[in-house]
T-cell receptor
Framework: EAQVTQNPRYLITVTGKKLTVTCSQNMNHEYMSWYRQDPGLGLRQIYYSMNVEVTDKGDVPEGYKVSRKEKRNFPLILESPSPNQTSLYFC????????????FGPGTRLTVL | GEDVEQSLFLSVREGDSSVINCTYTDSSSTYLYWYKQEPGAGLQLLTYIFSNMDMKQDQRLTVLLNKKDKHLSLRIADTQTGDSAIYFCAMVPGNTGKLIFGQGTTLQVKP
């Protein structure tokens, strides 16, 4: 089954404690991205990657890092989380150049105290 | 940059039609999309329309595109309680490959 998986689905942490949210896709997609969803703001792109070892900033990259060492994985790293990073995070993937086949993961709800 | 606007909330009665509206500023997107997010779930592509079309119908869904007014709408006929969700319009300005989303419209369907 084609899917994008994220872990963990829920996470409560404290300010400053480094965390990683994993994302994996089984469709051999080149393009992967991370979004955060906040009430009244829709989805905003944090980072994206067009292929292995190619990453770039989205609209709201501050406070986040990503890496793309393998095609299937695109982890999101918060080196020093702050309360304003409390949000719902989605990973997505698609084939490069084919926007209509974007697949979203189930989401990770992060609370930073 | 691209700006995509939606109203935040719509309430309808079961069996009525729902119309969710979206306005945008950049008209260079080749495709315009509607995504559905059910409670506790990720986003699912519902339908899309090619920019050179005015209308697309897919069972209970009708998408209308008014390029002159930069207005996109999604009509759901015979709305059911299972249609309760957040609906996002989205588009890809220029050749960026980046999806830009509206704020999302929460559709509440009352029995």
């Amino acid at each position: 089954e084609a899917q994008v998986t994220q872990n963990p689905r829920y996470l409560i942490t404290v300010t400053g404690k480094k965390l990683t949210v994993t994302c994996s896709q089984n469709m051999n997609h080149e393009y992967m991205s991370w979004y955060r969803q906040d009430p009244g703001l829709g989805l905003r792109q944090i980072y994206y990657s067009m292929n292995v070892e190619v990453t770039d900033k989205g609209d709201v990259p501050e406070g986040y890092k990503v890496s793309r060492k393998e095609k299937r994985n695109f982890p999101l790293i918060l080196e020093s989380p702050s309360p304003n990073q409390t949000s719902l995070y989605f990973c997505a993937s698609r084939r490069q150049g084919v926007v209509d086949t974007q697949y979203f993961g189930p989401g990770t709800r992060l609370t930073v105290l | 940059g691209e700006d995509v606007e939606q109203s935040l909330f719509l309430s309808v009665r079961e069996g009525d039609s729902s119309v969710i509206n979206c306005t945008y500023t950049d008209s260079s997107s080749t495709y315009l999309y509607w995504y559905k997010q059910e409670p506790g779930a990720g986003l699912q592509l519902l339908t899309y329309i090619f920019s050179n079309m005015d209308m697309k119908q897919d069972q209970r869904l009708t998408v209308l595109l008014n390029k002159k007014d930069k207005h996109l709408s999604l009509r759901i006929a015979d709305t059911q309680t299972g249609d309760s969700a957040i609906y996002f319009c989205a588009m890809v300005p220029g050749n960026t490959g980046k999806l830009i989303f509206g704020q999302g419209t929460t559709l509440q369907v009352k029995p």
